[in-house]
């Protein structure tokens, strides 16, 4: 029976409070699996810790809810145990930029072929706003008593820096395009970023919605209000690189766009470089029958349910100085 987007929805009690861009991040990923006709049991959404943590809990696939800043080694893990599912791992900027920020520089290399999301809204609103890494240097957000003293981390160039092999911006009350993002991440062959931008209206009263929309944005020559995001794909800009030799060129512009901001901030696709071999292809190259074995589908146990794992065979796989 084919599944409708109401299927890949839960029961479960949702306690965000009123209008945070939690939720346009939340639709948006359950239109993505269901445009994707992606059956439950094919994916997988982790999670670390803060307000986006409990997003596993509200789509009807599997969930996995870890710890602060670890998303990634688990989620990692899993595709690579099982690499048939599609993996999301999903969480704010403070937890993957500060106390993961190592995680997610060691997963740029790795390039594992899945998802990861940051739900970026500048401060830490489960513990009650304090500055997370994103927020720039000088803003004071209602939740704290001084200007914020730390610069920013800018995650789409840390991406680039990393090794991300696609890196985008989206915007979570711009929920169709999110999703067209989300589904494009998915269908990327490589490790994909996605930056969303997310209002926090309990304690960042900065960033809100209406400051996106640009309620104080005024254009002097019409009079109106001009919107702070912009989509790339509408001003001309390609981020895909089509020829290796063209790499050095795409990065420069990456790093170009990256660096926009108050009046001006671009959302979209910055970069998208297919040419890079995904771990499981260099895994592949070791073990020839890691995708029709993967360790997913390996036995674990005999008949008489006595243990029958062993590491030993897996390190012999995996040798350098074979
Ligand atoms: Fe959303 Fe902020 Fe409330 Fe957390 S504290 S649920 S991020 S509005």
Redesign the pocket.
């Known amino acids: 029976m084919a599944l409708k987007l109401a299927d890949y929805k839960t029961d479960v009690h949702n306690d ?2 009123p ?4 939720f346009g991040i939340l639709n948006a990923i359950q239109m993505a699996l269901f445009d994707m006709h992606i059956p439950h049991h094919r994916a997988a959404i982790f999670s670390g810790i803060g ?2 943590g409990k997003t596993p809990h509200f789509i009807h696939t599997y969930g996995i809810h870890t710890l602060h800043g670890r998303v990634l080694p688990f989620a990692q893990g899993a595709k690579l145990s099982n690499p048939e599912l599609e993996i999301l791992a999903v969480g704010g900027d403070g937890d993957g930029l500060g106390i993961g920020a190592g995680h997610f520089v060691a997963a740029g290399r790795r390039n594992v072929d899945m998802v990861y999301i940051i ?1 970026n ?1 500048g ?1 830490y ?2 513990t009650k ?1 304090q500055a997370a890494p994103t927020l720039k240097l000088g803003m004071k957000t209602k939740s704290l008593s001084q200007p914020n003293v730390n610069n920013s981390v800018n995650p789409i160039s840390l991406a680039l820096i990393a090794g991300f092999s696609f890196i985008a911006r989206g915007y979570s009350y711009d929920v169709r395009h999110l999703k067209d993002i989300i589904r494009k991440a998915i269908e990327h062959k490589g490790l994909a970023f996605l930056d969303i931008l ?1 209002p ?5 009263d900065i960033n809100t919605r209406e400051w996106f929309q640009g309620l104080d944005n005024i254009n002097p020559k019409t009079d109106m209000q001009m919107p702070r995001t912009y989509k790339l794909e509408e001003a001309g800009y390609d981020g895909v690189i089509h020829k290796e030799d063209e790499i050095n060129d795409k990065m420069a512009q990456v790093i170009e766009k990256s660096n926009e901001w108050d009046n001006k901030i671009p959302i979209g696709i910055f970069y998208q470089n297919e040419h890079i071999p995904t771990y499981q292809e260099r895994i592949l190259a070791r073990i020839p029958d890691y995708i029709e074995n993967p360790p997913s589908k390996q036995a674990v146990s005999d008949q008489n349910n006595k243990s029958i794992t062993s590491i030993d065979k897996l390190l012999t796989d995996l040798r350098v100085d074979k």
Request: charged share 5%; glycine share 20%; proline share 5%.
């Open positions: 965000w409070c209008g945070c861009g939690d307000c986006s739900f809204n401060v609103g489960l706003g997310q926090c209206p309990t304690y960042n």
